[in-house]
């Protein structure tokens, strides 16, 4: 089992940059790939990157492409999602989770695949 506590979350201006961390207990944090979901208010959780067990495959939406990137430490058993560019559009409340199955291609973009949430953290992004 892992638990997980995001962190790094705020109230910025459009095109500036945040840094979410999500800090994982357990001694086992690189045997899960890692997922970043948001949500708003209404809408169902929809996905925003992804990254393997090793770190070395990323995936992302379309609209996060180019502007986020995903990062993880196996040695600080913490996993990052830098913000760049951010636009209103982005807030919302950012979720860290963590998949204890062997993911491959689009499961890495499905709620359900993901067996450990944290509590999310707040992101918005004003005009």
């Known amino acids: 089992q892992v638990q997980l506590v995001e962190s790094g979350g705020g109230l910025v201006q459009a095109g500036a940059s945040l840094r979410l961390s999500c800090a994982a207990s357990?001694?086992?944090?690189?045997?899960?790939?890692m997922g970043w979901f948001r949500q708003v208010p209404g809408k169902e959780r929809e996905f925003v990157a992804a990254i393997s067990r090793s770190g070395g495959v990323t995936y992302y939406a379309d609209s996060v492409k180019g502007r986020f990137t995903v990062s993880k430490s196996n040695v600080e058993n913490t996993v990052y999602l830098q913000m760049n560019s951010l636009k209103p559009e982005d807030t919302a409340v950012y979720y860290c989770a963590a998949a204890s199955t062997y993911l491959s291609g689009r499961y890495y973009y499905t709620v359900s695949e993901y067996d450990y949430w944290g509590q999310g953290t707040q992101v918005t992004v004003s005009s």
């Open positions: 357990g001694r086992t944090f690189s045997s899960y790939a």
